[in-house]
């Protein structure tokens, strides 16, 4: 079986696949096990290969039709769809964010449709798809009001799943994701940088500016829990998943406050020196918006799970990425 991964080249997108790479294979929509035998990295930029043969890296745009109708065949029985523009950017460039969260995911779906083979496809979904006045914990039957232009985009690039999974021509399930933290390498340009920067940087000694108030809550997942959850849901049963795809994953729920707390205890005071706060409004009314919690029941009756805590989150961080740069 053939697997996809756009986004292939970002930092989710190379643990997806070296997890897969070594998982070696995957359940079909029938739910037999599938041997991996050729893992498709694309994005426009290179991915790395690994090293291994199974690998095919391909750069290029995700939104040119004639690129995507080479790449997707019958014989792509799994797409991870993890390329997008992020919240910031996608907030201050519209365009863009439209072409690459709206028309890519679309044109994806169309052509798995016109190939007719049904393949599995893992849409990567975000907190910030709702806003506004939420409850102190977001529910499954809380309505989406997403207040950016990230989060519209990704609000509707559920819905097409949905549908397109409705009238069979896909097998989809939507993975919505807490944000991300710790991300290991350099600040991009989601307006939750952040919180991978005031933890990041300061354990590489390097000052952090936060751009959002100690108050504020965030919904959290490491690295390590967000490959874990992608994989397993794509092996859950269509029958499952019933006539709902989206599954919004367990997280963490604290505020930067107690993330900086947590940072203290598990690295001292002289690595929390590092963090200055200075407000920005444009970031704050964006993240603001994103709930700092929501229920988890149904994602944890299909078996999906979260870190402990905030510090098992940042002594991952340690484990995985900073011993290996300092190594």
Request: aromatic share 4%; hydrophobic share 40%.
């Amino acid at each position: 079986m053939k697997v996809l991964v756009t986004g292939g080249a970002g930092f989710l997108g190379q643990r997806l696949a070296r997890q897969l790479l070594k998982r070696g294979q995957l359940s079909d929509s029938q739910g037999r096990a599938q041997t991996i035998d050729e893992l498709i990295l694309l994005d426009v930029v290179p991915a790395s290969n690994f090293g291994d043969t199974r690998v095919r890296v391909i750069a290029g745009d995700i939104a040119d039709g004639a690129l995507m109708r080479k790449v997707i065949d019958t014989g792509v029985g799994s797409i991870f769809h993890m390329a997008a523009i992020l919240s910031g950017q996608a907030e201050a460039d519209f365009d863009l964010g439209m072409r690459i969260n709206i028309d890519a995911p679309r044109l994806l779906l169309e052509i798995c449709r016109e190939r007719g083979h049904k393949p599995k496809v893992v849409f990567t979904s975000s907190v910030a798809v709702y806003g506004g006045k939420l409850p102190d914990v977001v529910l499954d039957t809380t309505a989406l009001n997403p207040q950016s232009s990230y989060g519209a985009q990704k609000a509707i690039g559920e819905l097409l799943l949905n549908d397109y999974s409705r009238k069979g021509f896909v097998d989809g399930r939507v993975m919505r994701l807490p944000t991300i933290s710790v991300r290991p390498g350099k600040p991009n340009k989601a307006a939750s940088s952040f919180a991978s920067g005031i933890i990041r940087e300061p354990l590489n000694g390097v000052a952090s500016v936060c751009p959002v108030s100690p108050d504020l809550r965030l919904w959290l997942l490491s690295p390590r829990c967000a490959i874990n959850s992608l994989i397993a849901g794509h092996e859950l049963s269509a029958e499952s998943l019933g006539d709902r795809r989206t599954i919004s994953l367990p997280g963490v729920s604290v505020t930067v406050g107690e993330m900086v707390s947590a940072l203290e205890k598990v690295a001292g005071p002289e690595v929390v020196s590092h963090i200055s706060f200075e407000p920005d409004p444009t970031i704050e009314r964006i993240v603001r918006s994103w709930p700092g919690a929501w229920d988890v029941s149904r994602a944890q009756a299909l078996g999906l799970s979260a870190d402990k805590d905030f510090e098992t989150m940042i002594r991952a961080y340690i484990e995985d990425d900073l011993r290996q740069v300092a190594s």
